[in-house]
Nanobody
């Protein structure tokens, strides 16, 4: 059974850091591009970052550039999102997703999703 499980979310003060992890089971994660998305209450799901299957190309939405870093450890079948200098507007449920195609910021391009992990940035 194909499954993605996110972890690492929590409550953090503005300026703090969190590292999210996306662990895959039931399939070989290194074969696919992986995206991170987020969804805040009352808002649409938006693309945050994506990494291609080789880890040679990464993409970020403008608002997180310079603060977030996506990486993958193919030996562990896991993709990470390091989030630094967090802001209240980063508060959302964060999801990882697998695409059978190439990196994209559109949720409809992704085929498998995790259940999400809550990130709350507040003092």
């Amino acid at each position: 059974q194909l499954q993605l499980v996110e972890s690492g979310g929590g409550l953090v003060q503005p300026g703090g850091s969190l590292r999210l992890a996306c662990a895959a089971s039931g399939f070989t994660l290194p074969a696919y591009a992986i995206g991170w998305f987020r969804q805040a209450p009352g808002k649409e799901r938006e693309g945050v970052s994506c990494i291609n299957s080789l880890g040679s190309s990464t993409y970020y939405r403008d608002s997180v550039k310079g603060r977030f870093t996506i990486s993958r450890d193919n030996a562990k079948n896991t993709v990470y999102l390091q989030m630094n200098s967090l802001k209240p507007e980063d508060t959302a449920v964060y999801y990882c997703a697998v695409t059978l195609r190439y990196c994209s910021g559109y949720p409809t391009q992704y085929n498998y999703w995790g259940q999400g992990t809550q990130v709350t940035v507040s003092s």
